[in-house]
């Protein structure tokens, strides 16, 4: 017991020093990166939609319809919108238009061309793919005391899929210098990234020094989540084309199935049951979310499906475990089903921040105080209490804690046991140190000896070596056994 606390302390010494080691880092990057993103003056949240170019850019548009900006058809051609900002905008101070999303366009102000996210097209060959996120400068000179407007000739060809929205963002901001998002937007996820690769560690090193390997499919399912984590900052590292959207989407689904299978699979191996049910439950639970994803037509909603059905699962299975056998499995069924309700209930929050900010909590509070929930605490084998020994004819129990030592007597052994008492066993040495305890070592090649009737190790000229026993007799050790002994002793 003295030595698990031990071990524990170290651990959670390493898991804080591994946690200040990022949060430096991160507040490096964070003090010498982007600003953060300033406030937006408006944003666009229903616009005038039209699939044909208008005749004169400064004109009514009469055969416009009026649409939710997330609520725009997924086209197979290009089409034309116009924002209107509901409030005036400022002029003492620069400007800018901020879009994002899957689209290329052209962006005027006031009828004016002021800049490009790629070249918009009526066909794939026509359209060259734009960045993901685009930020336009507003000449001064165009913005007027009132009725300003935004057109774009946009279109969306190379998304690869059908994204849920092509708009992501249509507002207007205090011009800055960088359009991609600004690391610090993502400083939440960042900082839960530390605590989770520092959760990592930790059920590392506890499930390696608890022997417990099932307590790999724990740590596959954090760094799942620590992959889509970094598969969401990217995109305040690169603003890359829109047609590589959706690659890091599916990574990020992929991080998102990793962190529900693999901690579907660490519950259900942690608290078994036979082996039909366990293949029954975790396949039927893959399967289920198989066809989450395939009915869904975001990745948003492809990922929030995983998770709710995978964590979902883990969450039912731990419920089911703690009625049925171990009530230590509760500890972690209702934050599970908290997860996967989350899920449905506000995905784009849990995406954002929400899963990794309540894994870590999860997961942080079970590996810090109730670390024995996840990653068991060995079970010690019962210790034996007889030898049985093979004689001519008829097999004798001898009391393991009478045996002082064995000596190698050819093919058989001889057993020394207190008074004196010598019983002769048929098989090798070696074979019968493999049915005593750990307490029995061997010295010698052809002396073992029990290390509670130790006294002392002595040493000789000529790097000779022998142990005296508590009963007087003196037995020789190999110079090889010499270090082994010594740390046993």
């Not at 030898?387 to 008829?394: I, M, S």
């Amino acid at each position: 017991m003295a030595d698990e606390l031990l071990i524990a302390k170290n651990l959670f010494v390493r898991f804080v020093e591994a946690c200040v080691v990022l949060l430096v880092a991160i507040a490096f990057l964070a003090l010498t990166g982007q600003s953060v993103t300033p406030r937006v003056i408006d944003s666009a949240v229903a616009v005038e939609y039209r699939t044909t170019a208008p005749l004169d850019l400064q004109s009514a548009w009469g055969e416009a319809e009026t649409l939710g900006l997330v609520d725009l058809p997924h086209l197979q051609t290009d089409a034309w919108l116009r924002w209107s900002p509901a409030r005036g905008l400022p002029r003492d101070r620069p400007l800018a238009v901020q879009m994002g999303g899957p689209f290329s366009a052209d962006v005027y102000f006031n009828g004016v061309l002021i800049g490009s996210k790629g070249v918009p097209g009526p066909t794939p060959d026509h359209e060259q793919a734009g960045e993901i996120d685009g930020l336009f400068a507003i000449p001064s000179g165009l913005i007027g005391e009132e009725g300003n407007w935004v057109m774009l000739h946009y279109s969306s060809h190379h998304a690869g899929y059908q994204p849920a929205i092509v708009f992501q963002t249509l507002s207007i901001l205090p011009y800055r210098d960088d359009a991609r998002r600004p690391l610090r937007y993502y400083a939440p996820i960042i900082l839960v990234a530390g605590a989770l690769a520092g959760l990592i560690l930790l059920a590392a090193h506890l499930s390696r020094a608890r022997k417990f390997p099932v307590g790999q499919w724990l740590i596959i399912a954090l760094t799942g989540l620590l992959i889509a984590g970094g598969a969401e900052i990217s995109r305040a590292l690169i603003n890359y084309p829109y047609d590589w959207h959706q690659p890091r989407q599916a990574i990020q689904l992929t991080g998102f199935f990793v962190f529900g299978a693999g901690l579907l699979r660490h519950g259900l191996l942690r608290w078994s049951a036979s082996v039909k049910v366990l293949h029954l439950v975790f396949w039927g639970a893959i399967l289920l979310a198989a066809i989450g994803v395939s009915a869904s037509s975001g990745y948003d909603a492809r990922s929030s499906n995983t998770i709710g059905i995978l964590v979902g699962a883990a969450g039912l299975w731990s419920v089911w475990t703690g009625v049925r056998t171990d009530r230590l499995a509760v500890l972690l069924a209702l934050p599970l089903v908290a997860i996967a309700v989350y899920s449905q209930i506000s995905p784009g929050d849990l995406l954002d921040r929400g899963a990794y900010l309540l894994a870590s909590i999860l997961f942080g509070h079970a590996l810090l105080r109730h670390d024995f929930v996840l990653v068991p605490l060995p079970v010690e084998a019962a210790k034996p209490k007889t030898l049985a020994v093979t004689e001519t004819g008829r097999t004798r129990f001898l009391p393991i804690d009478a045996i002082l030592f064995l000596k190698a007597a050819g093919n058989y052994t001889e057993i020394h046991s207190v008074n004196d008492a010598v019983t002769l066993d048929g098989r090798g040495l070696s074979q019968v140190l493999n049915h005593l305890p750990e307490t029995f070592q061997r010295v010698h090649r052809s002396w073992a000896v029990n290390l509670d009737a130790v006294e002392a190790l002595h040493s000789h000229e000529g790097s000779r070596y022998e142990v005296s026993l508590t009963v007087g007799r003196q037995i020789p050790v190999g110079r090889k056994h010499v270090r082994t002994l010594r740390a046993r002793l």
